[in-house]
Every structure is written in C-alpha cells, then in structure tokens.
T-cell receptor, first 116, second 113 residues
Framework: GNSVTQMEGPVTLSEEAFLTINCTYT??????LFWYVQYPGEGLQLLLK?????DKGSNKGFEATYRKETTSFHLEKGSVQVSDSAVYFC???????????????FGQGTILTVHP | SQTIHQWPATLVQPVGSPLSLECTVE??????LYWYRQAAGRGLQLLFY??????ISSEVPQNLSASRPQDRQFILSSKKLLLSDSGFYLC????????????FGDGTRLSIL
C-alpha cells in the first residue's frame, strides 16, 4: 500500500535559517503529492502541491520538487520566520486504479519551531 | 469559492453522553467528505469517508458513526462517548477525482470528562 515517511522532528531553527524537511513516499502508479501546514489549534492548510514528476510546487517562499527517481518531495524554504512555526505534513493521493476515492496518505508530521 | 464549516469549535462532554459534530461544505457539489481524528497535534487518523449521499465507509472499528444526509453535510456521531474519544476532530472535502487535495475545516476539540 501507499506510505509516506517524514523526517523526525522537532526541528528548531533561528530566524532566517534555511529549512529542509525530508519526505519520501511509496506508492503505485503516479500519485499527487502535497504539503500541508497546521498552526496551533487550527485545521490543516494546503501549502503546496505537485501532480507529476519534476513538478515544483511553491507558495509563501516554500518549495518542493516531485522527484520520482528518488520517490521524494522535500520541503524547503530559504529563510524561515517565527511565523512559520507549525506542524508540517507531507501527503500523497494515489492516482492508480482501485477504490482510493481521493484518500490521502499522510506522514506523521514534523514540528518546526523558529526562534527570533 | 468553496468553504467548509465545522462546529462546534470546542466541546466538553461527560462519559456516556451522545455526540453530534457537523460539517458543511459550500460552493461545490458532490464532494468527497472525510472525518479525521488527530491525537496530540500529530498523526491524522482517517475515521470515515463518503463519496455520496448515504454512502459511508469506515476505516477503523470504533465507538463512532458517520452520516451524510445531504450532499454537502457530513455528521459524526456517537451514542455513548468513551474517554478514549477525546481528541481533535477534523472534517475535510475534496473533488470527486483522484489526485486532488483535501481541504480542511478548523476542527473540533472534544474533551471527555
């Protein structure tokens, strides 16, 4: 079945540091890949997405590239801010045949804390 | 544009009491609908999903049930709450096609006393 593995957290950075959160996946066919962000006490917000190999999703300074050869979708940001402190989830939606009905497979989440 | 509403935002219930959480979606038709539970701010567990009115699939056996009485309404229920039902409950919707993102509500914080 499908699975998503994220790097263990928590990740603690100083403001303006470079961020990488690793995400690798296992899936049949050609899944769509997503990053979600969850701020304390809130629901998940879609941060960015990529639907095919070599696509780069980007939003709010965050980027991730769909790498089929390494089955990865690492999240990066060049300069983090205190306001980026949140939990980040990598997820995939299977596009293969069957009865997936758009269900998402989530990673376990990575807590990011950014200090001033 | 599409919006999703979940209520209540917080709920405190005694053990053994019933539960009803409601979720509605606006601005789209025939969405797929989902209920998740999240423990300790991490790890989402899919509880139920629905691809149409009256069609409910359960992902894990538990003390909860779900219903979809209307196209854009999804309800999570229990007849008798357990302490273990405490958590953060999230509703989400997606378009009917595979490969589309899900869009989440703001969640309900449920505490069982």
């Amino acid at each position: 079945g499908n699975s998503v593995t994220q790097m263990e957290g928590p990740v603690t950075l100083s403001e303006e540091a470079f961020l990488t959160i690793n995400c690798t996946y296992t899936a049949t066919g050609y899944p769509s890949l997503f990053w979600y962000v969850q701020y304390p006490g809130e629901g998940l917000q879609l941060l960015l997405k990529a639907t095919k190999a070599d696509d780069k999703g980007s939003n709010k300074g965050f980027e991730a590239t769909y790498r089929k050869e390494t089955t990865s979708f690492h999240l990066e940001k060049g300069s983090v801010q205190v306001s980026d402190s949140a939990v980040y989830f990598c997820a995939l939606s299977g596009n293969a045949g069957g009865t997936s009905y758009g269900k998402l497979t989530f990673g376990q989440g990575t807590i990011l804390t950014v200090h001033p | 544009s599409q919006t999703i509403h979940q209520w209540p935002a917080t709920l405190v219930q005694p053990v053994g009491s019933p539960l009803s959480l409601e979720c509605t979606v606006e601005g789209t038709s025939n969405p797929n609908l989902y209920w998740y539970r999240q423990a300790a701010g991490r790890g989402l567990q899919l509880l139920f999903y629905s691809v149409g009115i009256g069609q409910i699939s359960s992902e894990v056996p538990q003390n909860l049930s779900a219903s979809r009485p209307q196209d854009r309404q999804f309800i999570l229920s229990s007849k008798k709450l357990l302490l273990s039902d405490s958590g953060f409950y999230l509703c989400a919707w997606s378009g009917p096609d595979r490969g589309q993102p899900q869009h989440f509500g703001d969640g309900t914080r449920l505490s069982i006393l």
